[in-house]
C-alpha cells in the first residue's frame, strides 16, 4: 500500500480572519501607546509648570522679606528709602495693570546683594533696588540696581497674568494687622504689612484637544479670560508677611 500526504492551506475567509484580528491588534496597540505618549506628554508639562512656578515664588517671597530692613551701616548713605518705591523712573516705580494688564513690583532694602545675584566688591552692605516684571515676551524678569549695565534675568517664561497687591495697616492703635489691600497706584504712606503675589502660567501642549473652550482665571484682583486651545495653565499665589516696618506708624 502506498501511503500519501495532503498538505492543507489556508482559506481565503480564513486568510481574512486573520489580517482582520491583526489589524485590530495593531490598532489598539497603536491607541495604547498614543493615550500613554499623550499622558506622559501631559505630565511632564504639568510637572515642568508646577516646578518652575514653585521655585520662582519662593524666590520672590524670600526677597520680598527683606523688603524695608534698614542697617545702621548704611543709613547714612541712603539715597532711596527702604520699603515699596511707588514713585519716580529710575528706578521704575511698583504700578498696577501695565499695557499687557500686569503689576510691577519695586521695592528696595539695606543689603549686599541683589535679586540677580549681583553683589559690591568688596561685599558691603548698601541700599539694594530690585524689580519685578513681565516683559512682552511673556516673561517674568528681575533687575537689580548693583549691575548698571545689566537688563535682569528671567525667572519665569509663558507669564500670562503677574498680579500684586498691598496689605496696608490703616489702623494706628500699635498692633500690626492688614486692614485692606491695594493695588500700587492706591498706596498712600500707611505702612504695608504683607504683599500678595499672584501668577499664571502657561504652555503650549501639542497633544491637546484644539478646542477653543473659554476660561476665567482670577489672578488676585485681576480678572483673566483665555479661549486658547491646546494650552495648559496653571495658576500660583502666596501672601508674604512683611518684616520690616516702622512701629511709629502702626
Same mark, same amino acid.
Given at each position: 500500500? $502506498?501511503?500519501? !500526504?495532503? %498538505?492543507?492551506?489556508?482559506?481565503?475567509?480564513?486568510? /481574512?480572519? &486573520? /489580517?482582520?484580528?491583526?489589524?485590530?491588534?495593531?490598532? &489598539?496597540?497603536?491607541?495604547?501607546?498614543?493615550?500613554?505618549?499623550?499622558?506622559?506628554?501631559?505630565?511632564?508639562?504639568?510637572?515642568?509648570?508646577?516646578?518652575?512656578?514653585?521655585?520662582?515664588?519662593?524666590? %520672590?517671597?524670600?526677597?520680598? !522679606?527683606?523688603?524695608? @530692613?534698614?542697617?545702621?551701616?548704611? *543709613?547714612? /548713605?541712603?539715597?532711596?528709602?527702604?520699603?515699596? %518705591?511707588?514713585?519716580?523712573?529710575?528706578? =521704575?516705580? #511698583?504700578? +498696577?495693570?501695565? #499695557?499687557?494688564?500686569? +503689576?510691577?513690583?519695586?521695592?528696595?532694602?539695606?543689603?549686599?546683594?541683589?535679586?540677580?545675584?549681583?553683589?559690591?566688591?568688596?561685599?558691603?552692605?548698601?541700599?539694594?533696588?530690585?524689580?519685578?516684571?513681565?516683559?512682552? +515676551? *511673556?516673561?517674568?524678569?528681575?533687575?537689580?540696581? @548693583?549691575?548698571?549695565?545689566?537688563?535682569?534675568?528671567?525667572?519665569?517664561?509663558?507669564?500670562? $497674568?503677574?498680579?500684586?497687591?498691598?496689605?496696608?495697616?490703616?489702623?494706628?492703635?500699635?498692633?500690626?494687622?492688614?486692614?485692606?489691600?491695594?493695588?500700587?497706584?492706591?498706596?498712600?504712606?500707611? =505702612?504695608?504689612?504683607? %504683599?500678595?503675589?499672584?501668577?499664571?502660567?502657561?504652555?503650549? @501642549?501639542?497633544?491637546? #484637544?484644539? &478646542?477653543?473652550?473659554?476660561?476665567?482665571?482670577?489672578?488676585? +484682583?485681576?480678572?483673566?479670560?483665555?479661549?486658547?486651545? !491646546?494650552? /495648559?495653565?496653571?495658576?500660583?499665589?502666596?501672601?508674604? *508677611?512683611?518684616?520690616?516696618?516702622?512701629?511709629?506708624?502702626?
Amino acid at each position: 500500500m $502506498s501511503s500519501r !500526504r495532503y %498538505i492543507r492551506g489556508f482559506s481565503l475567509v480564513e486568510l /481574512m480572519v &486573520a /489580517m482582520a484580528l491583526g489589524l485590530l491588534l495593531t490598532a &489598539a496597540a497603536v491607541s495604547l501607546f498614543s493615550t500613554n505618549q499623550r499622558t506622559f506628554q501631559l505630565q511632564q508639562t504639568m510637572g515642568q509648570l508646577q516646578e518652575q512656578g514653585q521655585l520662582a515664588m519662593r524666590f %520672590i517671597n524670600q526677597d520680598v !522679606r527683606r523688603l524695608g @530692613l534698614v542697617k545702621d551701616d548704611v *543709613a547714612a /548713605m541712603v539715597t532711596v528709602p527702604p520699603g515699596v %518705591i511707588t514713585t519716580g523712573t529710575l528706578p =521704575p516705580a #511698583s504700578s +498696577d495693570n501695565d #499695557s499687557n494688564g500686569n +503689576d510691577r513690583l519695586t521695592f528696595s532694602y539695606h543689603g549686599a546683594v541683589d535679586c540677580e545675584g549681583e553683589s559690591l566688591t568688596p561685599l558691603q552692605d548698601t541700599v539694594v533696588v530690585n524689580t519685578y516684571w513681565v516683559d512682552d +515676551d *511673556a516673561q517674568l524678569n528681575c533687575e537689580g540696581n @548693583l549691575d548698571a549695565g545689566s537688563n535682569g534675568v528671567i525667572l519665569l517664561r509663558g507669564v500670562r $497674568s503677574f498680579q500684586v497687591l498691598y496689605g496696608i495697616d490703616t489702623e494706628k492703635n500699635g498692633v500690626p494687622g492688614v486692614t485692606q489691600y491695594v493695588t500700587a497706584d492706591d498706596l498712600g504712606v500707611v =505702612p504695608v504689612i504683607a %504683599i500678595k503675589l499672584g501668577v499664571l502660567m502657561e504652555a503650549d @501642549l501639542a497633544s491637546m #484637544s484644539n &478646542a477653543e473652550q473659554e476660561q476665567t482665571f482670577y489672578i488676585l +484682583d485681576s480678572e483673566v479670560t483665555v479661549d486658547e486651545g !491646546r494650552t /495648559m495653565r496653571r495658576q500660583f499665589q502666596s501672601t508674604v *508677611a512683611v518684616r520690616n516696618y516702622s512701629w511709629e506708624d502702626i
